[in-house]
């Protein structure tokens, strides 16, 4: 299974929809001088979503020998309208998914 079937079949089984591979973009996120996230995002147009005409999606290692691979997928829907919106809004998400709970 190469790369882009790979991501299909996740867009397919997290969304439930079908998705033709439209682009590679490559996305380097610099903050405060340091790069904290630099990969190719692709870029998927979805068939029969409710809301979103696209999705980005991509993968990275991970620490977790359980789960050596994370997938990441993230719809089109304002505010997000790139893959470098894709990718911020990702990497918010995870830092605040690991913020302790008040």
């Known amino acids: 299974?190469?790369?882009i079937e790979e991501l299909r079949e996740v867009i397919r089984r997290l969304h439930g929809v079908e998705a033709?591979?439209?682009?590679?973009?490559?996305?380097?996120?610099?903050?405060?001088?340091?790069?904290?996230?630099?990969?190719?995002?692709?870029?998927?147009?979805?068939?029969?979503?409710?809301?979103?005409?696209?999705?980005?999606?991509?993968?990275?290692?991970?620490n977790d020998p359980k789960k050596p691979k994370r997938h990441v997928t993230v719809l089109h829907l304002a505010p997000i309208t790139s893959a470098v919106e894709a990718v911020r809004a990702a990497i918010v998400q995870e830092f605040r998914s690991l913020e302790p709970e008040n």
Not at 24 to 32: G, H, T
Not at 34 to 49: A, I, N, P, S, Y
Request: hydrophobic residues 40%.
């Open 1 to 3: 299974m190469t790369h």
């Open 20 to 62: 033709k591979h439209v682009q590679s973009v490559p996305v380097k996120e610099v903050f405060q001088g340091r790069t904290v996230w630099e990969g190719v995002v692709e870029v998927f147009e979805l068939h029969g979503h409710p809301k979103a005409p696209k999705v980005y999606a991509w993968a990275h290692d991970t």
